[in-house]
């Protein structure tokens, strides 16, 4: 017994380093201009970096499931499966957020600036639950149609929406840690906030089909 723990641990140790290091390669392009431009002035190549490395935390969910295989193998295979839908999502999310830095823009000079900040604050944190459960939910089915993905995200970000927070939070946590260390947040920091945010989206996607199932 003692022995199957420590190699669960040894197991789960070289997962996150696998992960660590795949995520640092597929994510290269926007971790450089993150680290050495200033990302307000260059946002069109950050956005387009973003949308580039998207494809890599469906790949990262995918180790995470199949964590019993050779991570760097199931990681390359759920980035095979997963790149187009990812990309096209991570697409999706990044106009979302160019409007709504323009309307952040826009208002904040008004009359109503602080509500409206308040109102938008709301609507990011919908439209970033959503785009992290969707992605979780084209880790767990490759082939399902994006609309359906995101569909089934919005849903279940609302109904499990404490989950929602802690997995928010958890990746906050991680661009904190790498605004100011960004070798240890790379190094030892995203794969657990992304562990984190993969367990509370799952759990959030089977308990709601869960109950689809169940229901007369």
Do not use: H
Not at 34 to 59: K, R, S
Not at 168 to 196: D, E, H, Q, R, T
């Amino acid at each position: 017994m003692r022995f199957e723990k420590i190699q669960n641990a040894m197991d789960a140790l070289g997962t996150a380093l696998a992960v660590n290091l795949l995520l640092v390669v597929t994510s290269a392009p926007l971790l450089v201009l993150l680290v050495l431009t200033d990302a307000f002035e260059t946002w069109p190549l950050v956005a387009l970096a973003a949308v580039v490395a998207a494809p890599g935390l469906t790949a990262a969910f995918t180790a995470f499931r199949r964590s019993d295989e050779n991570p760097f193998r199931a990681f390359l295979s759920g980035y095979r499966a997963t790149w187009t839908r990812a990309s096209l999502l991570a697409l999706w999310l990044v106009a979302a957020a160019a409007v709504l830095a323009v309307d952040a823009r826009f208002f904040a000079d008004g009359p109503f600036a602080q509500a409206a900040m308040v109102v938008l604050a709301v609507v990011v944190v919908l439209v970033a639950g959503t785009g992290l459960l969707a992605l979780a939910a084209i880790a767990e089915e490759p082939t399902i149609r994006l609309r359906d993905a995101v569909r089934l995200a919005a849903w279940c970000g609302l109904r499990r929406w404490y989950l929602t927070l802690v997995s928010l939070a958890a990746l906050v946590v991680f661009a904190v840690l790498f605004i100011n260390i960004p070798l240890l947040a790379l190094s030892a920091g995203a794969s657990p906030a992304l562990y984190v945010a993969w367990t509370n989206s799952r759990f959030s996607l089977r308990a709601t089909q869960v109950a689809a199932d169940s229901a007369p």
